[in-house]
């Protein structure tokens, strides 16, 4: 069964068959040079926040990750160590969840848009679009649904990354996505 198609350098489908595929798909992302936000779209338990935290270790976070259901935002200071990046630099990362939000304008009352507007800061956002009229767009999308894989006692999420505009004028590149 193959594991991923690629339509083009813009979109990427991939299937992840297992919780070492989402580690895998994570370091992919953590290697991407992501600023902005970034919208995870998938229904309850399609696998968001698991993709998140092993985002965030792929980082160099080291230790929990909280989900933000409760909080909204999770803030992360991650110490730069990549290859390319060796300078100690903080790259300021952002969870949010905003599954509980009841109006937009919230947003405004929890400073959100300094999340957004903080240079080098990466705001991973789940459910999105409870605010979609208030956030600007995205730099990327990553859309997550279950599927069934043949075994009874294992689920697959088929994922697709997709580059906005805002990605694609910042000459982002998916098509070495793979699983």
């Known amino acids: 069964m193959p594991n991923s198609t690629t339509e083009d350098n813009n979109v990427k489908t991939l299937t992840l068959h297992s919780e070492d595929d ?25 696998g968001k926040t698991t993709l998140t935290r092993y985002w965030l270790q792929a980082l160099g976070h080291i230790g929990a990750v909280k989900s933000p259901t409760y909080t909204l935002v999770e803030p992360y200071s991650i110490e730069q160590n990549s290859i390319e990046q060796k300078d100690g630099s903080i790259k300021p990362v952002y ?77 982002l590149d998916l098509s070495s996505f793979k699983i």
């Open 22 to 46: 989402t580690q895998r798909l994570a370091a992919q992302l953590a290697a991407l040079p992501l600023t902005g936000s970034v919208w995870l779209v998938g229904d309850l338990g399609a």
């Open 95 to 171: 969870h949010a969840d905003l599954y509980r939000l009841q109006d937009p304008e919230e947003l405004s009352f929890i400073g959100f848009d300094e999340y957004l507007d903080e240079p080098n800061a990466l705001v991973i956002i789940e459910w999105a679009s409870r605010a979609d009229s208030y956030l600007p767009p995205p730099i990327l999308f990553i859309d997550m649904t279950q599927a069934n894989s043949g075994d009874k006692n294992q689920e697959s999420r088929h994922v697709e990354l997709r580059l906005s505009k805002v990605g694609q004028a910042q000459g």
